[in-house]
């Protein structure tokens, strides 16, 4: 298989990125209600009980790609790819796009939720962009990675943004009967210590998350420099929404061999602060230890947004 050159690999990322950019713009309307809700209501057993879903993170991320993943495979065949799904549950990355023309164009597709933060308006809860580990410091791995991070032309993240449904709305251990599913001789009954409760149709049931923003950008201009958690080694995104929404990450103006290189020395790199040897865990120590100090300039108002 030849490898791609600079060029060609620049000019496959651009127009990826462009339908990519137009898929993203049409995807509410096959979640959403008219009023903004969440299509997806909750699990119906055979006895067309709906159970309704909790608004636990992993759980409504799970079943959002499941939801859109008819759209997702859509949108590959259209556009002359074919989607390879990650091999294991923590593999990087959800899905590579490759080329059917050329096998050697693949992109790193990775979706990403996150829920808008009540407590701090106009920020969301933040995401985790993978790791900083094995394969992202040795390009050539495969260690946990469905195909060497060096065969991605590039690495793209599809963000939904949603709100939580008020908690007075909802009820996690509540089963539904709906009028318009029900045989109309059945009545209300407990299920375990789970009360039945009837409603009219479908739609009245509330949903558990609401007002989907999408979004698309790459991973480096998305990215903090921060990790995403404190005990593993991930990258953190920012946390502002219009920032999210422009790609006006820390490392937005700094470019991608910036965000590279500090997420590969991140921690493992020590400058020398007082009498001390330091870690390097901020984007400013790194400019410092660079000597490249004129850089501060361009992370100055990303960095104090972030903190503010």
Sequence with gaps: MAKLNKSMRDEAKRSFSVVLHDFVNGLAEHISTSDGGWTVKGFIDIYKNIYTISSDTKIVSKILEIHLFPQILQFAEENNFSIVLAEHQNWYPDLSFV??????????VDLKTTYRDPNFPGHVNGFTLGSHGAYFKDRTSS????????????????????????????????????KELADETEEPKRIGHRKVTKVESLRSIASVIKDF??????????????QGS???????????????LK????????????????WMNYGLTTMKKGRKAVAIKRIEDFIDF??????KNIIVLVVTKKKS
């Design 247 to 262: 790609g006006n990450g820390v490392f937005a103006k700094l470019g991608e061999d910036w965000f590279d290189e500090y």
């Design 230 to 244: 404190g005990n593993t080694a991930n990258i953190g995104s920012i946390t502002c929404i219009e920032d999210i």
């Design 99 to 108: 080329s059917k023309e050329d096998p050697a164009i693949k992109f790193a």
């Design 213 to 226: 923003q999408f979004f698309v950008c790459e991973k480096w201009q998305l990215a903090s420099d921060r």
């Design 143 to 178: 260690k946990n990675i469905q195909f060497p991070y060096d065969e991605y032309s590039g690495h793209f993240c599809l963000g939904i943004i949603y709100s939580r449904a008020d908690g007075k709305d909802l009820d996690e251990t509540e089963v539904i009967k709906v």
């Design 290 to 295: 660079k000597g490249n100090k004129k850089f």
